[in-house]
């Protein structure tokens, strides 16, 4: 296994918005390689304990190895968090104080050439993050319509040129198959008018992300885990969600605003007829961003924001508190 270098982002804000408490048990949905929970383990001992989910097998064996010394402390579980309800009926949770998720890809995945990750890498087109799943980018890039493509990177990427990008992949693949992340850079790289290339971020960024995006669906399973660790969290507990695109913080601020809501009825009912009650409170009414000093050190972190929400604490007469 090659070394798993992962700088934890917004360190000291996640550890200050999951309010840790001695003793807790909390989730970290996205271990990586360990640097958040190595901080929430510390923090909540003795008696506390993480359990910490990733799907990618070097992200897990590099986390056992940096959090050896914790031992039964920490639980490793190599799985999605979109199991997460399932993941907690199988270790008889009876509930978490805390869930954390780190979202999109870590620094040593964009490192690691050969997963496919990185348009600055050539390498087989892949971008599964588990190496178990069935779908990979090849499959996606070679076999969807032009439609399908140009929905994709549209949809997935906020791509201006999508259509153009799909419609300029299928006709490469009429000639020959694509298999690499350099054959598919090239393809975007006409594809995309010089006047756009020589402005903004790299021609293929936004490709790589909708379908890295795609192969992993991880906006829909994001979606649902998110409601998932609202009800698996404790009243007063925390859910904390570090983003890194507009799509993913977007979904947060959706989830946490519907479900901080009450009464959804029609105005002018003269009784709520809906009977849905306020499940969290957003602490977060803007998302935190990370610290110019923080972004010295790590430059990966620009586009990060962090959203947070409580659980709401329900009182005898079934009010919130």
């Known amino acids: 296994m090659k070394n798993f270098h992962h700088v934890p982002v917004m360190l000291h804000e996640v550890m200050t918005h999951l309010n840790l408490k001695q003793g807790g048990t909390y989730v970290d949905c996205t271990l990586g390689g360990g640097g958040h929970t190595l901080e929430i383990i510390k923090k909540i001992q003795p008696g506390g304990r993480v359990i910490g989910i990733d799907q990618d097998p070097n992200a897990l064996a590099a986390a056992r190895q940096r959090l050896e010394s914790y031992g039964q402390s920490i639980v490793f579980v190599h799985s999605n968090y979109y199991r997460l309800k399932e993941i907690s009926a199988e270790l008889d949770l009876d509930g978490a104080d805390g869930v954390l998720f780190d979202l999109g890809v870590s620094s040593h995945q964009l490192d690691e050439g050969e997963r496919g990750f990185s348009y600055m890498q050539d390498a087989s087109l892949d971008m599964r993050m588990n190496p178990g799943d069935r779908v990979t980018a090849e499959q996606i890039v070679n076999e969807k319509t032009e439609d399908e493509l140009a929905a994709i990177i549209r949809d997935f990427g906020e791509e201006r040129w999508a259509r153009r990008i799909a419609r300029f992949i299928v006709e490469y693949r009429e000639k020959s198959p694509i298999h690499t992340t350099g054959e598919l850079v090239e393809i975007i790289k006409k594809a995309v008018p010089a006047g756009a290339r020589r402005e903004g971020p790299h021609p293929a960024k936004r490709t790589f992300q909708a379908l890295r995006i795609a192969v992993n669906d991880e906006l829909n399973r994001f979606r649902n885990a998110l409601h998932d660790a609202v009800d698996i969290t404790r009243p007063g507990g925390r859910i904390c969600v570090i983003s890194f695109h507009s799509l993913e913080d977007r979904i947060a ?56 929400a409580e659980k709401c604490r329900v009182l005898n007469n079934g009010e919130d508190e």
């Open 253 to 308: 601020k959706e989830v946490f605003r519907d479900l901080a809501k009450s009464c959804i009825c029609p105005p002018g009912l003269p009784v709520c007829m809906c009977n849905k009650k306020q499940q969290v409170r957003v602490l977060t009414g803007k998302p935190v961003l990370p610290t110019p000093e923080e972004l010295q050190v790590n430059p990966r972190a620009r586009s990060a924001k962090l959203r947070a």
